[in-house]
């Protein structure tokens, strides 16, 4: 009987060496920039064998969430055209907005939720949620799901 596999999205900074190094020879090898695995990880300074031990499980949070629907969460202060910045924004990178959700606003704010269609996106997710968190008067911005 297998298990299903199960997935969780953790900050670079927590991972074990290992992983991330793994995942830039993974880069390496996409882009050309190493010809071969023995290259790659050389480059890396990482081990044939731990590459392989970890090639398949680690995967960038971007190559997670190409041509997926995400689903972005926001806390917005209740100020007029701010959710029309919030849509420049997803405009301006190309994400393809599938549905947006609001509830009224109390205390001054309103969460908003956005699922995006992300198969055209021009720039990294962690790009995207940069541009949402920095646009004046949002106060969080975060990913629900992908």
Known sequence: MSTKPKYYIV?????PEVFLKVAEAKRLLS???????????????????AFYKYRDA????QNMM??????FQLLLHDEPGLLSEILKVFAQTHANI???????????????TISAETIDLT?????????LTTTP??????VLAG
């Not at 920039?33 to 081990?47: C, D, H, L, P, Q």
């Not at 599938?98 to 908003?112: L, R, Y």
Request: aromatic share 2%.
């Open 11 to 15: 900050e670079a900074s927590a991972l």
């Open 31 to 49: 882009t050309g920039e190493a010809a071969t695995v023995n290259e790659a990880t050389r480059m890396t300074e990482i081990s044939r064998s």
């Open 58 to 61: 680690v995967l960038p949070f």
């Open 66 to 71: 190409t041509g997926r629907i995400v689903t």
């Open 98 to 112: 599938i549905t947006i959700n609001s509830i009224v606003p109390t205390n001054g704010t309103a969460v908003v």
């Open 123 to 131: 720039v990294t997710l962690e790009e995207l949620l940069s541009r």
């Open 137 to 142: 008067g949002v106060v969080k911005a975060e």
